[in-house]
């Protein structure tokens, strides 16, 4: 069966340091692959997605992600975290085959230190 | 334009009751997905309207779980009678396309708790 995998369910970074979340699938073919975050007291908001083409996609608030097939991951990165970037942070994938259904991963909570 | 809204944000019943989950579209999104999140848990798909119809109930847990969207606007999803089990965040979700080809845009869920 399809599944999503977030492996880390809580990462504490420190302000202005690199990020990266690890996601890796588990689905027959290349699926439609992005990314959520909710906010406290937000409904879920779309990073980024990759459906075809470059592998490296560029989202909104300077996030991006690297499709990487080999691995079946779709990590997402940002070079300088900002304490408003803390939050929940969700992968999911959708396919055709599965009647373009999204499935999440179970989520990693990014906690910012000043 | 306004997002999709969820009524009630929060509710708390005893188990047994009933309750009923309102979800608004944005307008002139024909999808409409239900979504559902038990704590500490995956967000799991429940089912999605094209319009009025249901195109996926596959994700609905049991027969205690209806799903309605009535004229193709708002969805409302009962649940009766709610047990333990039931508690978690549901999310509602709309878009023009299919997650293949449109944005899904989310609520900011409704919490439910049973007693």
């Known amino acids: 069966a399809q599944s999503v995998t977030q492996p880390d369910i809580h990462i504490t970074v420190s302000e202005g340091a690199s990020l990266e979340l690890r996601c890796n699938y588990s689905?027959?073919?290349?699926?439609?692959l992005f990314w959520y975050v909710q906010s406290p007291g937000q409904g879920l908001q779309l990073l980024l997605k990759?459906?075809?083409?470059?592998?490296l996609v560029q989202g909104i608030k300077g996030f991006e992600a690297e499709f990487k097939r080999s691995q079946s991951s779709f990590n997402l990165r940002k070079p300088s975290v900002h304490w408003s970037d803390a939050a929940e942070y969700f992968c999911?994938?959708?396919?055709?085959?599965?009647?373009?259904?999204?499935?999440f991963g179970a989520g990693t909570i990014l906690r910012v230190k000043s | 334009e306004a997002g999709v809204t969820q009524f009630p944000s929060h509710s708390v019943i005893e188990k047994g009751q009933t309750v009923t989950l309102r979800c608004d579209p944005i307008?002139?999104?024909?999808?409409l997905y239900w979504y559902r999140r038990v704590m500490g848990k995956e967000i799991k798909f429940l089912l999605h309207?094209?319009?009025?119809?249901?195109?996926?109930e596959s994700g609905m847990p049991n027969n205690r779980f209806l799903a309605e969207r009535t004229g193709g606007t708002y969805s409302t999803l009962k649940v009766q009678p709610a047990e333990l089990e039931d508690s978690g965040v549901y999310f509602c979700?709309?878009?023009?396309?299919?997650?293949?080809?449109?944005?899904?845009?989310f609520g900011e869920g409704s919490r439910l708790t049973v007693l």
């Open positions: 979700a709309s878009s023009r396309g299919s997650p293949g080809t449109g944005e899904l845009f």
């Open positions: 689905y027959g073919a290349t699926p439609y």
């Open positions: 990759y459906f075809s083409g470059d592998t």
């Open positions: 999911a994938v959708a396919a055709m085959e599965y009647g373009n259904k999204l499935v």
């Open positions: 307008s002139g999104h024909d999808n």
């Open positions: 309207f094209v319009k009025e119809s249901k195109q996926d």
